[in-house]
Nanobody, 126 residues
Framework: QIRLMESGGGSVQAGGSLKLSCAVS????????MAWFRQVAGAEREGVAV????????YYPDSVQGRFTVSRDNTKKKLYLQMNSLKPEDTGVYFC???????????????????WGQGTQVTVSS
């Protein structure tokens, strides 16, 4: 059982930066992947960063490539999302997710992940 809790959201002007944190508690020995998703009202969750827990590889969609960076601390108890050059379209609720089962789903598919945090709001004003 894994519990995830996001923090670090807030309001920022376009061009600014925010760093989100996801605290991982419980037993996470089986973690295969972790990711950050965002969601706006009426839309599906959109993956913005994926971190392969064992290899350390990271992946991003074109919409955030070069602006967002996902990382993990050495204790493997925190996942971060550094967001730079923020745009108004980056506004949304950001969720941390973990997958503990090997899955053939695409990396940015929410179905790949079986644990989710409660989310943290990010608002970028123009």
């Amino acid at each position: 059982q894994i519990r995830l809790m996001e923090s670090g959201g807030g309001s920022v002007q376009a061009g600014g930066s925010l760093k989100l944190s996801c605290a991982v508690s419980g037993r996470n020995d089986d973690t295969k992947y972790m990711a950050w998703f965002r969601q706006v009202a009426g839309a599906e969750r959109e993956g913005v960063a994926v971190f392969y827990w064992i290899s350390g590889a990271d992946y991003y969609p074109d919409s955030v490539q070069g602006r967002f960076t996902v990382s993990r601390d050495n204790t493997k108890k925190k996942l971060y999302l550094q967001m730079n050059s923020l745009k108004p379209e980056d506004t949304g609720v950001y969720f941390c997710a973990a997958g503990t089962v090997y899955s053939s789903e695409r990396p940015f598919s929410p179905r790949k992940y079986n644990y989710w945090g409660q989310g943290t709001q990010v608002t970028v004003s123009s």
